[in-house]
């Protein structure tokens, strides 16, 4: 019996110690952390289905440092964000700092969205040193969506994101009978009723004009 339980103890330390063997990134401890429950009744859908195999959380700040990672696979677990200190001057999470998310499925890293759970501590999407917090959600896709509500006249507006096709046309193409003009600060337009298009394609975070002929909104998929 003895030898048993030293067998049971034994393989629990190896596979977890495997498990931090195997972790794609490094994070610095510190003085200060935050946990984050993810239950065994997570909801998750990685590029639109639900995973078939286990693999590795993680939360980032804006920058894309990973403060906190962790395993999943099905088993309820948490994840451990570690915090800034001031103590120590190591990096880490700030208070009311973001926490963006991450999975690494298959080799790739996906962008994570995540529902909070309001049963338990906080639910603002922030770090908070010693805070406490739970999902109940979590989408991981590369493509995202952005849609611009366009008011009758002209407006101002940008996009964020890097579309497969950035061209003028192919972005507007869902609303074109409604577009009138669309200039650049430059002067260059795009002007679909005499198929001119001296933008050319569109500039990540960069702003336009657009006069719409009716109210529409544009919607704009990707990375």
């Given at each position: ?14 596979t ?6 195997n ?13 984050v429950l ?22 980032t700040?804006s ?42 499925y298959?080799g ?30 979590l989408?991981a ?9 366009l008011g ?13 096709n950035?061209?003028m ?8 009978s409604?577009?009138?003009?669309i200039?650049d ?10 198929e001119?298009?001296?933008?050319g394609?569109?500039?990540n ?7 719409m002929?009716?109210s529409n ?7």
């Open positions: 019996m003895d030898s048993g339980s030293s067998l049971d103890v034994n393989v629990g330390c190896d977890e110690e495997e498990e931090i063997d972790n794609p990134w490094e994070t610095n401890v510190t003085d200060c952390n935050m946990v993810l239950p065994e009744d997570l909801e998750i859908t990685i590029e639109g289905e639900v995973p078939s195999s286990d693999f590795w959380i993680a939360v700040d920058d894309g440092n990973v403060y906190g990672s962790t395993m999943y696979n099905g088993e309820t677990t948490s994840i451990t964000v570690w915090g800034y200190s001031t103590e120590t001057e190591d990096e880490g999470m700030l208070d009311g700092e973001t926490l963006n998310w991450l999975v690494l298959n790739e890293e996906i962008p994570g969205y995540v529902d909070w759970d309001e049963s338990i501590g906080s639910t603002d999407g922030t770090y908070s040193c010693d805070g406490i917090a739970g999902l109940t959600s989408l896709t590369s493509i995202v969506t952005q849609n611009i509500s009758q006249g002209w407006n101002l507006w940008s996009t964020y994101l890097e579309p497969e950035a061209s046309e192919s972005m507007f193409s869902s609303i074109v409604d577009v009138v003009m200039k600060q430059n002067g260059n337009v795009y002007w679909p009723q005499f001119l298009n001296s933008i394609d569109v500039t975070g960069q702003g336009y004009q657009i006069k002929d009716v909104e544009l919607s704009i998929d990707g990375l």
